[in-house]
T-cell receptor
Framework: DQQVKQNSPSLSVQEGRISILNCDYT??????FLWYKKYPAEGPTFLIS?????DKNEDGRFTVFLNKSAKHLSLHIVPSQPGDSAVYFC???????????FGQGTELSVKP | ETGVTQTPRHLVMGMTNKKSLKCEQHLGHNAMYWYKQSAKKPLELMFVYSLEERVENNSVPSRFSPECPNSSHLFLHLHTLQPEDSALYLCASSQDLEDRGLYNEQFFGPGTRLTVL
């Protein structure tokens, strides 16, 4: 049973437009949520995170929104740039430990 | 070297071979992790070490044997693997197992692409 789901395996966006990547989770014990970005032949790198006490966290062009009642979070990238093309993983962890549960990833392609 | 390094980057092995994957972190972290990433699947946590002690083993077959000789090094010993074990194996580290301040941010190495023939 997959506790963190990214239902869109891929997303294509025009440069300059907004990219919205979605993530759903089932475990109500999750209280920290993270987004990682992965380029080919590299390991994932941390991008942005949010605690369950917040509903929004912004860092430059990246904003993460959390809707606890819907158990849904999203990553907004605006404006999108070709260098943002990568696989984006959503991850969640619960209070009791550092174990991260990952989604299966969404491959973002930003076209010039 | 900075961050988390992994060697080798690519490995091809037969089902009867014995090989080892190496991970080294230069961040002064206390927790280290092994993940498996198969195509189109989520990263699967395999093992967790905290201060050189294994704290989690996610039902991983015994043909995978981890070793953590110190807080900077982590090995994954491979023996009699199956073709379905072919995947990208990622090592990660974090400051501590439960670091609330950094939201458990883990730093990943580039991975070892393993192919089992």
């Amino acid at each position: 049973d997959q506790q963190v789901k990214q239902n869109s395996p891929s997303l294509s966006v025009q440069e300059g437009r907004i990219s919205i990547l979605n993530c759903d989770y089932t475990n109500s014990m999750f209280d920290y949520f993270l987004w990682y970005k992965k380029y080919p032949a590299e390991g994932p790198t941390f991008l942005i995170s949010i605690s369950s006490i917040k509903d929004k966290n912004e860092d430059g062009r990246f904003t993460v929104f959390l809707n606890k009642s819907a158990k849904h979070l999203s990553l907004h990238i605006v404006p999108s740039q070709p260098g943002d093309s990568a696989v984006y993983f959503c991850a969640a962890s619960a209070i009791q430990g550092g174990k991260l549960i990952f989604g299966q990833g969404t491959e973002l392609s930003v076209k010039p | 070297e900075t961050g988390v390094t992994q060697t080798p980057r690519h490995l091809v092995m037969g089902m009867t071979n014995k090989k080892s994957l190496k991970c080294e972190q230069h961040l002064g972290h206390n927790a280290m992790y092994w993940y498996k990433q198969s195509a189109k699947k989520p990263l699967e946590l395999m093992f967790v070490y905290s201060l050189e002690e294994r704290v989690e083993n996610n039902s991983v077959p015994s043909r995978f044997s981890p070793e953590c000789p110190n807080s900077s090094h982590l090995f994954l010993h491979l023996h009699t693997l199956q073709p379905e074990d072919s995947a990208l194996y990622l090592c990660a580290s974090s400051q501590d197992l439960e670091d609330r301040g950094l939201y458990n941010e883990q730093f990943f190495g580039p991975g070892t692409r393993l192919t089992v023939l």
